[in-house]
């Protein structure tokens, strides 16, 4: 009976392979079916191993067979920041669903720079915030340059056209945004503040409302040239008390809030279920959002902001989370990839700059879907003009 020959590879790229998808010579050895010594024989050249265990070892790894035969290790693009509340010593390692995440946005991030000259000269200057400066006033000349109105934002439908109207108005000036799956207990959002293809990543698993809040968190994190991977608390970090600042303000800007009626009829420190849904529903962000601003601004207490934040924890996990409706996979490769990356790639194939195969790749798509995503972008790039 034959077996599979040996190959040569260098054990430093099969070390690689294995420590960027955070996995211990113990795991590989578990999934080889392997002893643990024989890994790690591969891994200091003593041993070779044969073509079949490379596949298998691939697989495991979510690497293509050929990025095992390079001649060295690549250098890693670095990680974003951890921002997540938990001291470094009690974080757990990020998952492989979250390495493979950001694997992924990186992945399309030096996609789009090599198909696209990306605009340089992205709004507001992107990375030249400081934490010194005023988070209110940078979120006011945010809103100008965005070009969306408050009455505007306040006359959208609901959530979904607000978050599709937030994230058109960023992309227009040069930001990649896309939406990848990763546990919600890692991180709400991810960015990277690359000067030539700044990105934004949300988490597909969040909430509409939660999405919108974390796509300004994560705009702010840009204004100050700082990528990081967050969760949106404020527990003992400038950078991300600054950012959430910077969101709050422009998603509920001070003067606005402090106008509607709701808000001046109201005498004491004290909110209504009611009157909050309405802030809520009219500013298309969560129903905490608006009583942070409402602490931020004086018009509440800390008690009462954490009896109530702490209610409202407690009312989510009681109520049965719902199984989403699949949606069609032409819709789905819009939001996953962004329309800024989806036009861009349409318009590679469109000028024979890339194949058909390419975008199929690229995209995640089967081609028998691409009429329809073509429809979709042009009917998106069309609505919020």
């Known amino acids: ?29 578990m999934r080889l079916k392997l002893s643990e010594t024989k890994v790690l024989a591969w ?32 250098l890693d693009p670095a ?25 992924r946005a990186r992945w399309q991030q030096s996609v789009y720079g090599e198909i696209h000259a990306a605009d340089k000269n992205s709004c507001l200057h992107l990375g030249s915030a400081t934490l010194s400066d005023d988070a209110s006033k940078l979120a006011d000349h945010a809103r100008e340059v965005l070009g969306v109105a408050i ?50 990543a949300l988490n597909s ?41 910077f969101a709050g303000e422009l998603l509920v800007p001070q003067s606005s809030l402090m106008g509607m009626e709701a808000v001046r009829r109201n005498k004491d420190n004290i909110w209504t279920e009611q009157t909050l849904s309405e802030l809520s529903s009219c500013y298309k ?11 931020i601004l004086g018009r509440t207490t800390c008690e009462f902001y954490e009896e109530k934040r702490n209610e409202w924890q407690e009312e989510l996990a009681r109520v049965p989370r719902q199984v989403r409706k ?36 690229y995209l995640s798509l089967d081609l028998k879907h691409l009429p329809r995503v073509e429809t979709l972008v042009r009917e998106e790039s069309s609505r919020y003009a």
């Open 285 to 295: 962000v969560s129903r905490e959002v608006i009583l942070r601003r409402l602490l």
């Open 326 to 361: 699949r949606p069609h996979p032409a819709k789905a490769c819009v939001r996953r990839n962004g329309l800024t990356f989806t036009s861009t790639v349409l318009d590679a194939a469109q000028r024979d700059l890339i194949t058909y195969r390419d975008v199929s790749e």
């Open 79 to 103: 990680k974003p920041a951890d921002f997540r509340t938990l001291p470094p010593e009690l974080r757990a390692p990020f998952s492989v669903k979250t390495l493979l995440a950001l694997r």
């Open 43 to 74: 891994e200091s050249g003593e041993a070779r191993p044969s073509f079949a265990q490379l596949k298998d070892l691939a697989k495991y790894l979510k690497r293509p067979v050929a990025a095992l035969f390079l001649s060295h290790a690549p």
């Open 1 to 29: 009976m034959s077996t599979s020959p040996e190959v040569t590879v260098k054990p430093e790229v099969l070390r690689w392979a294995r420590e960027s998808m955070a996995r211990s010579p113990h795991d590989v050895a």
């Open 151 to 200: 009455q505007k934002q306040i006359e959208w439908h609901d959530e979904v056209v607000a978050l599709n109207a937030w994230k058109q108005a960023i992309e227009r000036h040069g930001i990649l945004i896309i939406e990848v799956l990763f546990p919600l207990a890692e991180g709400r959002a991810f960015c990277f503040a690359d000067a030539d293809s700044p990105l934004i």
């Open 205 to 245: 698993a969040d909430a509409l409302n939660g999405k919108i809040f974390s796509l300004m968190h994560e705009y702010g994190h840009l204004m100050l040239g700082v990528s990081g991977i967050c969760d949106m608390s404020e527990v003992g970090k400038a950078v991300e008390q600054f950012c959430n600042k």
